[in-house]
Each structure stands twice: as C-alpha cells, then as structure tokens.
Nanobody, 124 residues
C-alpha cells in the first residue's frame, strides 16, 4: 500500500557531506511527520531528525548543527543533509513516515511506515 524508498547513502570521508532522500508512494491520504532514524552495529535504532507536516523540526543532540532535515510535501519526499560527518555517524539510516492511507473510500488511522534503510559509512 505504501512504499518508502531511500537513496543517497554511501562511503564518505570524515568531515564530508551526504544527502539522503526518501520518497513515499502509494495510497497516501496525508503524511503527518517524516523522519530519519539510524542503527549502528550492535546498537539500538535511534532518532536522528524528524519534521512535521509544516516546518517544525527536532534533532538528536549528536547531530544538531551538522544535519538538516527538510521535506517537499508536493513530492512526499524527505531529505537529510548531513555535513561534517564523523565516523560515529556510520549506520544504516531508515526513513519513517507517519501517515494515513486511503482504502476503498475509507481513511485509515495514522500508522508508521519504514523504508528498508540505506548504509552510510564514514571512514578514511
């Protein structure tokens, strides 16, 4: 019903930059929040950044001042600009969307959907 497809991960040197993108598609009625989470090897998944349907954003302390989340509501797409990357930013980054879907004329309650993840490796 809904797909979230991430792109933009890869290998980057410390101090470098990457931009992640995540496009949502399917029987979407409305998207509430969109966000990015990450999971490093041996660690639990953690919030990186989240953005409301407007412009309200929230960041993990570890990325404040380095990462910027934004979204294009017309394209159902969320972005994560990552600057001044550090080795500890290495993780699989997952896109999340809290949204309501349409199904045969009805509208669902709000639900969370996840992308499959994209690997970001920060190493020299």
């Amino acid at each position: 019903q809904v797909q979230l497809v991430e792109s933009g991960g890869g290998l980057v040197q410390p101090g470098g930059s990457l931009m992640l993108s995540c496009a949502a598609s399917g029987s979407i009625f409305v998207i509430n929040t969109m966000g990015w989470y990450r999971q490093a090897p041996g660690k639990e998944r953690e919030l990186v950044a989240v953005i409301s349907s407007g412009t309200t954003t929230n960041y993990a302390d570890s990325v404040k001042g380095r990462f910027t989340i934004s979204r294009d509501n017309a394209k159902n797409t969320v972005y994560l600009q990552m600057n001044s990357l550090k080795p500890e930013d290495t993780a699989v980054y997952y896109c999340n969307a809290n949204l309501r879907i349409t199904n045969g004329g009805s509208i669902s309650r709000s639900m969370d959907f996840w992308g499959k993840g994209t690997l970001v490796t920060v190493s020299s």
